[in-house]
């Protein structure tokens, strides 16, 4: 008995089929000598971090969104999302289907605006970029981030898409795949986000430092080195200048440079 085939539609093609076919494509293009970068989601969620969980709310918050998303998920499970990758202000990902489908979205910068009232909200609130990479940041800061609109996610009117496949206006599978596979990006390259947006997340830690001290608040802001950084999430993080005036605070001496284990001991202890 043959597939069946719904008027125009292309035939069904079973999960394990599908997944089978995907790592086909996926190797055949890695001997070509493309680096991919495949989502891999193993766990029961597709992303489980702050951040990652963070982004896929964003969007299902938004009801142009909340219909189309959905079939983006079994895509970005069976591991269809064969590359993707995150740059200022776009995404590009391969997406393997009854073809491979190449998907862009580009999503606008945060504007200056916006990012100066994050960043004045968070002030003082931060304790490092660790932290704030990490997730490990409180309520207040989560709340501001998050805030719809506002924060550092992107709403649709902010995110323009485009997919080789012929249903691509309606926000098809690929694109919704795409969406959900930078949520799992995230859990692991969360600073990728800030990239996306095309800002220095330093600068919320380093906004933090410029304030004075809130009244009745003893503790200082502090600086991470950005070699404690890399090692942590592995990749290279340009902590920047400080973006304050005159009186902006200067950088840490290099005396005073600790391990990021040391950092994350800290970082922990103060919190408890
Ligand atoms: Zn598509």
Request: with cysteine; glycine share 10%.
């Amino acid at each position: 008995m043959g597939r069946k085939s719904y008027g125009g539609w292309r035939p069904y093609v079973p999960v394990a089929e599908r997944r089978r076919m995907a790592e086909k494509k996926a190797a055949k293009m890695k001997k070509a000598g493309h680096d991919l970068a495949p989502i891999e989601i193993t766990g029961r969620k597709i992303a489980a971090t702050f951040w990652g969980e963070a982004w896929c709310q964003n969007l299902e918050a938004y009801s142009d969104y909340a219909n189309r998303l959905p079939r983006g998920r079994t895509y970005v499970r069976n591991g269809s999302v064969i590359d993707l990758q995150i740059e200022a202000g776009r995404v590009c990902a391969l997406v393997s289907g009854s073809t491979i489908y190449k998907v862009e979205i580009e999503i606008a910068p945060l504007a200056e605006k916006r990012w100066g009232e994050i960043k004045a909200r968070c002030a003082g609130q931060i304790d490092s970029l660790v932290e704030l990479l990490r997730g490990a940041i409180s309520a207040g800061v989560m709340a501001v981030v998050t805030r719809k609109g506002e924060g550092l996610f992107p709403s649709p009117s902010e995110i323009t898409i485009d997919c080789s496949c012929p249903d691509w206006a309606t926000m098809c599978k690929h694109v919704a795949a795409t969406l959900y596979g930078v949520g799992a990006r995230l859990d692991h390259q969360p600073e990728l986000l800030f990239t996306l947006r095309g800002v220095d997340p330093a600068e919320m830690v380093a906004a933090a430092v410029d304030q004075p001290p809130a009244a009745g608040k003893g503790r200082r802001g502090r600086v991470l080195e950005s070699e404690g950084l890399s090692s942590l999430f592995g990749v290279d993080i340009d902590m920047g200048a400080p973006s304050g005036e005159d009186d902006a605070t200067p950088a840490e001496p290099a005396t005073r440079k600790r391990s990021a284990a040391a950092a994350a001991k800290r970082d922990t202890s103060a919190k408890a």
